[in-house]
């Protein structure tokens, strides 16, 4: 049962027939692990605090820089070279302290997140990191322990996401979109917001757009990022969306 506060505070989700009553339960009811606390970690933690998911677990090794306030919207000029993790904490507890939220100041990797996963009991993890290594890790972790993931990632003015309902066998994974290999080829140098520059409020619709689908995981609604790879581009302010067949050459795929 919802309480009278909780009613109130959700009152205009609740009032949506896509959510109502039955739908803030779930929500309550949802732990899940936010991995990469920066320019997409940042609204996606914000938007699923303030609906209420009843369990948010912060994953971020880093301190606070300078050159994050141009788009990771949960710090202040304050908590400059203070831990990621824990302020990001703070600031959600202060914009809901209805739910439980924990920081883990630490990066993911494959062992931790194989022990965490199913120790939290998480239900739903969000890769909000800009590291394609981890994002191969939380890919291959998440789909052999079959928790759902959904992951956003930006260059300059071009978003990328995509949702794996890894609950369900046989569909593809991260790896059969982007083969490792291919990837090695591609890239010699680890490309990210450093080295390539962004544009914030891009991150702003990518890591609202994660908060958005995992909403609708968790309340039962159908996502449009599901085994397709939705691209936004911020000079046009158009998406576009491919479907993703399973890759029978998939590495991550034929371990199993
Ligand atoms: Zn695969």
Not at 62 to 71: F, Y
Not at 98 to 111: L, N, P
Not at 153 to 175: I, K, N, T
Request: charged content about 20%; aromatic content about 4%.
């Amino acid at each position: 049962m919802l309480s009278r506060k909780q009613l109130q505070r959700y009152s205009r989700q609740i009032m949506l027939p896509q959510v109502g009553e039955a739908g803030q339960q779930k929500l309550a009811g949802a732990k899940v692990m936010i991995v990469g606390l920066g320019g997409l970690g940042s609204p996606a933690a914000l938007y699923l605090a303030a609906a209420g998911i009843g369990e948010l677990h912060l994953v971020d090794g880093d301190r606070v820089e300078l050159s994050n306030l141009q788009r990771q919207v949960l710090y202040k000029t304050n908590h400059r070279d203070k831990d990621k993790a824990q302020v990001a904490a703070q600031q959600l507890t202060a914009a809901n302290p209805e739910i439980r939220i924990h920081a883990h100041s630490r990066m993911a990797d494959a062992a931790w997140l194989q022990a965490q996963l199913p120790a939290l009991g998480i239900d739903l993890v969000l890769d909000c990191t800009d590291n394609l290594e981890i994002r191969y890790v939380i890919n291959r972790v998440c789909r052999a322990l079959r928790v759902p993931v959904v992951m956003a990632s930006v260059r300059g003015f071009s978003g990328q996401l995509v949702s794996f309902d890894f609950r369900e066998a046989g569909g593809p994974c991260y790896a059969c979109l982007f083969p490792p290999q291919q990837r090695d080829n591609d890239l010699p140098e680890v490309e990210n917001c450093s080295t390539v520059g962004v544009i914030g409020p891009a991150l702003g619709m990518m890591g609202s757009a994660q908060a958005l689908e995992a909403i609708k995981l968790l309340v039962g609604l159908p996502l449009s990022s599901l085994n397709r790879l939705q691209l936004f581009e911020a000079e046009r302010l158009e998406w576009r969306a491919l479907a993703l067949p399973v890759n029978g050459d998939c590495p991550v795929c034929a371990t199993e």
